[in-house]
């Protein structure tokens, strides 16, 4: 969902600016010329021309002089719908233009366009989204079901989208930009149609347009000698093409217009009697994504023969069970995705969070020639992909062994303690980590060996051992309070006690042994790596693992697949101990500022010694609801011979200064809203429930206090836990320490202090007892100080 969202919608129509629209010159929808809609065309031409190569530049990667009118794209790449996943076109539009203009004055000066605004900048193709069956689709997922749909390349259409609008690279689009993407429905001498509005609409109004063409349909400039135009005025003559196949005649369908030798010569400038549609086709396509007149490309493979029974049998790896780790990073191992056991599961890399994670566990079989099939332990499946798709690098999948399928086969060499794997296939071809960098969920693919072998496509090998004798873990499964050991009196704890998703966790006091927003079950998972878990929503400790980086808040999240940000390596030191991430082992649970106070945040931090306390954490068993044992350095508490007694009973009392006992705990002028101001005042009635307040026990001699008059509690701000804050009445809220009083008994009477701050407590402003004085906190300074000193008396109302 977008939030902050701004849309100026000026209501005239004055034009920002000319865009290349080769749609312009479109023969669809046709109408009969006259001479004065020929003329008046030419002359926009001649006066606009300078517009149309605006995003255009120079390019040294791709040459003019190879453009052939009859050739522009051949049909083997409009059709090639494999060239781009939605993912590595949404990746391409996020490359040419990352939304980052922050300039939005701009659109002020041009009210009759639309633009989206959005958190102080322009939102441009690669972030914008497009309303379809109530669902928001990005311009990459409009791009690939319209490619898949029509089975027409998406680098055609991305092409397209550009050469038409300039959209892919505009940093700041408009509506009309949006409105007519790819041109179509816009004859040469009439407004555009309506009818073909929306992004959505034109790019699949496009495909199905090159698909017809390439179907057989109708076309003006059929495969064969054709007369083409140089421009839209007949005047400026034109020359035979012969065209050479269907897609560059669907091309010819959209835009009728070939560059003449001038258009050729300046590009990418204008010329007289120019018409540049085409021509920019060409060269952007080439730019981004190479010849677009390939035919279908033919490649010699090298396969490696299966062993037969005269193959060396002596192999380089021992038949059994391996973890294998890249090279780029060692705590990345192959993985098989979900830990699935389907038929075409996916291989991914993943950290170890358990040496008993069978989807990291292979078994490597020797055939001959040390030549070796890599199957699953989970599974029981092989390493394996589409040989099909070789071309497009696809990624590894698990299949039913069939050991005359050369995919299923690899080829292994050894430099020093590094392997290599070799699809049978075609010896130039390794297992790598896509993309060359590893993180969570990277794709493992077949792809071109590189030449010197690149890191991606070197792996390490580690035996799995079965254990001898079983394995004790360092914390035993069960439910727990964690404990910070910068102070022993603070804990890991829900904020809010909310069970919600992004739950946040905290620092708090205990007020409550039976509070479950401070409970937290901890599960072994094998190799002293451990899921926490909320007793209060079942929850995990987690974090964004798209930011495992210094400071990166921990919040609650419901269970994941294999989520490194939930699986957490314990490690033993004096006093307790550290919790590491399996996302990143140098980083562990931390006190944010090494900070222990009400509502400090939790967070992950580098772990920089082992006696820093902010990543020290101890444990305190729960045996039963109101008993709990610590681990491992403090001693088990005795139980209680006696049940607990509270040093107040539950009930309703009145509450006086020690100061004046005539004046008693009141809320200002009776008041029963949220925030009504608590003062001193004379009792005038015993009645008077402005100053009955009923006093109940959490635990621990806590205590909230609430209101008679409105069932409202003692309450301040918990932004400014300081002196002089002052007391009001609050509905009540989940765990909010400005509503929980600790009590401490005197002589004399109580003191209540915050929970928030506990050397701060109920305090009468300027131990000043009179009518309307203010209460508020402030800092206990002595045992003896009647300001903070209250009396109790039992209501019988």
Known sequence: MKKDLVRIIPQDTLKRRKRINLAFYSTFYRTSRNILALVFVFFMISTLSFLLTKNLKESKAYDISKFNAGNIISDYTMSNVSTMTEAQIQEFLTSKNPCNDRNIQRAANFPGYKYHIENGKFVCLSEETFEYNGEKQTAARVIFEASRDFQINPQVLITLIEKEQSLVTDTWPNHIQYRSATGF?????????????????????????????????????????????????????????????????????????QPNADALKNYPGTSY??????????????????DPTISKQVVKFKPIAKPDASSNKQGIIQDGKYYISTNLNQKFYIDVQYASKNENALAQMYSQWSKENLAQQWQFTHLGNNIYTIKSVLSNKNLSYNFNDVLNQPQ????????????????????????????????????????????????????????????????????????????????????????????????????????????????????????????????????????????????????????????????LLSEGNNNCSQIWQAEQVEGG?????????????????????????????DKWSKTNKAQIWSLEK?????????????????????????????????????????????????????????????????????????????????YQIKSAL???????????????????????????????????????????????????????????????????????????NKAQIWSLEKSLF
């Open 396 to 555: 590894i999948k698990l299949t039913t062994e069939n050991l005359d399928d050369c995919s299923s086969r690899w080829k292994i060499t050894k430099d020093q303690n590094q392997y290599i794997f070799y699809s049978s296939c075609d010896e130039n071809r390794t297992l790598r980590v896509r993309g060359d960098s590893v993180t969570y969920a990277t794709p493992v693919e077949i792809n071109l060996s590189s030449s010197p072998t690149k890191q991606s496509e070197k792996w390490q090998l580690e035996q799995v051992v079965d254990a001898s004798t079983p394995f004790k873990p360092l914390i035993e499964d069960g439910n727990y309070y964690i404990k910070t050991t910068l102070n022993p009196n603070f804990y890991l704890d829900v904020a809010f006690s909310s069970p919600a998703d992004y739950a946040r966790i905290q620092l708090y006091s205990q007020w409550s042994k039976e509070n479950k927003a401070q409970i937290w079950n901890i599960k072994h998972l094998g190799s002293n790596k451990y899921q926490i878990k909320s007793a209060l929503s079942g929850k995990l400790l987690s974090f964004n693992t798209n930011h495992v980086s210094n400071n990166e808040p921990i919040f």
């Open 273 to 290: 009697c120019g018409a540049y549609g085409n021509r920019n086709f060409y060269m952007l396509f080439g730019r981004w994504f190479g």
């Open 577 to 605: 101990f550290f919790f590491h991430t399996t996302c990143d082992e140098t980083k562990a649970l931390d006190v944010n500022g090494a900070y222990a106070y009400y509502g400090t945040q939790i967070q992950i931090w």
């Open 185 to 257: 429905g816009c004859p040469d001498t009439a407004a555009c149609d309506s009818k073909y509005y929306g992004f959505r609409n034109q790019v699949r109004n496009a495909a199905r347009l090159f698909r017809d063409v390439l179907d057989g349909g109708y076309t003006n400039y059929p495969v064969g000698e054709n007369f083409i135009y140089y421009n839209p005025n007949f005047a400026c003559g034109g020359s035979k093409v012969n065209i050479e196949n269907l897609a560059t005649s669907a091309l010819y369908r959209y835009t009728p217009y």
């Open 710 to 784: 409105s069932g409202k509690l003692l309450s301040f701000n918990t932004n400014h836990v300081s002196n002089n804050e002052p007391i009001f009445l609050l509905s009540e809220g989940n765990n909010n320490c400005s509503q929980i009083w600790q009590a401490e008994q005197v002589e004399g009477g109580f003191f209540f202090h915050t929970t928030c701050d506990e050397t701060k407590a109920l305090d009468v402003n300027g131990a000043y007892a009179y009518y309307g004085t203010q209460i508020q906190i402030w800092d206990k300074w002595s045992k003896t």
């Open 622 to 702: 729960i045996t039963s609801a109101n008993e709990a044992t610590t681990t491992p350095t403090t001693p088990t508490s005795a139980p209680a011979s006696t049940p607990f007694k509270p040093l107040i009973e539950d009930g309703n009392y009145y509450i006086k200064t020690t100061l004046n006992p005539n004046f008693y705990l009141d809320v200002a002028f009776s008041s029963p809203a949220d925030y009504a101001r608590i003062q001193l005042y004379s009792q005038w009635s015993k009645e008077n429930k402005a100053q009955i307040w009923n006093i109940k026990h959490l635990g621990s001699n806590k």
